[in-house]
């Protein structure tokens, strides 16, 4: 079943913070997370685990609440290159590696 | 380093028509996907290949075929192309079968049928 993201697009200034979310009706194992730019290929960006800790560096980062099965990814002072599609993408098992991908949130961020 | 690499980058095909998308990778990856792109739709799994030697269906296999040549390439073909499968195609390979390794996606295949 395929994940929910919210919101489904965003519009921010240089330097505002943004918070993108990605929910599942299902227990999840893993969830990962992608950036796309417009005509070019998804770049994975972290992979949050089941039981693991909150993952980032520097301004990205992302937690997994388990008890809601929702993954949070945080982007802090929002660049312009942070524009884009991102996708989350989850596991149901530690056993497979196929991913079930939202249908992606667009962030646009305006000097 | 290339990484994945995806040919052709573009295809116009008539309905009927048959084709084959080609991925190789030179990670050493162990598992390879096909995923498909439509707007508003994410990326839906067609099929995918947990290691060499084995195949497996996705979320929208119908109308596919699928081949692990060997560890480095796996080839994705359209039997009989209808106007529903126009979309961008991408290929991309993880280290393992397990979920906690990243994909390395390549530049996908803009696929228009008409």
């Known amino acids: 079943q395929q994940p929910v993201q919210s919101p489904q697009a965003v519009i921010l200034r240089e330097g505002e913070d943004a918070v993108i979310n990605c929910s599942s009706s299902?227990?999840?194992?893993?969830v990962h997370w992608y950036r796309q730019k417009h005509g070019e290929a998804p770049v994975f960006l972290m992979i949050?685990?089941?039981?693991?800790e909150q993952k980032g560096h520097e301004k990205i980062s992302a937690s997994f609440n388990e008890k809601k099965q929702q993954s949070s990814l945080y982007l802090t002072a929002s660049q312009l290159s942070y524009s884009g599609t991102y996708f989350c993408g989850t596991s149901l098992s530690s056993n497979t590696g196929k991913l079930i991908f939202g249908q992606g949130t667009t962030l646009q961020v305006k000097p | 380093n290339a990484g994945v690499t995806q040919t052709p980058k573009f295809q116009v095909l008539k309905t009927g028509q048959s084709m084959t998308l080609q991925c190789a990778q030179d990670?050493?990856?162990?598992?390879m996907y096909w995923y498909r792109q439509d707007p508003g739709m994410g990326l839906r799994l067609i099929y995918y290949s947990a290691s060499e030697g084995t195949t497996d269906k996705g979320e929208v296999p119908n109308g596919y075929n699928v081949s692990r040549l060997n560890k480095r390439e796996f080839s994705l073909r359209l039997e009989s192309a209808a106007p529903s499968q126009t979309s961008v195609y991408f290929c991309?390979?993880?280290?393992?079968?397990?979920?906690?390794?990243?994909?390395?996606f390549g530049s996908g295949t803009r696929l228009t049928v008409v």
């Open positions: 949050l685990l089941k039981g693991g």
């Open positions: 299902k227990a999840l194992y893993s």
């Open positions: 990670m050493n990856h162990n598992s």
């Open positions: 991309a390979s993880s280290e393992g079968g397990q979920a906690f390794y990243g994909y390395t």
